[in-house]
């Protein structure tokens, strides 16, 4: 098998530039910089989803800990993963980044640090493991 490198002339446009958080004194460009949508080729957004997802008529199981509902669903480009209260995470190639716009309730959330930290402060770390509110 021999890989062979494509050449097209279509020409590609360069990434956004992210905002730069300003470190002076004034409190309004600092809140400016802090309510800004986290937008763009690198970010990462979760939804929750407390209710049983069924994709193509079969509903989603954790193969850790068989739980059937309240997912955290995460999007990073085109991929959206599926994350269970235990910690287990996969790529769920069936949720397109369509469907997953059309979960988001709407464009502003809280906005965390760290991808760790959005997870532990939504409580899917693993540290609920097998617990389920009726």
Known sequence: MTLVLRTTTRTTEPAPVLPVVPTGND????????????????????????????????????SACRARRD????????????RCRCGNQWLEPEIGRADFDALVGGPHGTTYPSVEAGLTALGFDGVFAGIYLE
Request: hydrophobic letters at 45%.
């Open 27 to 62: 409190p309004l460009l600092q809140l400016q910089a802090e309510t800004r949508s986290a937008d763009g080729p690198g970010a990462i957004r979760c939804v929750g989803h407390s209710r049983e997802l069924a994709l193509g008529g079969i509903p989603v199981m954790c």
């Open 71 to 82: 997912w955290l669903l995460i999007n990073h480009g085109r991929n959206v993963w599926v």
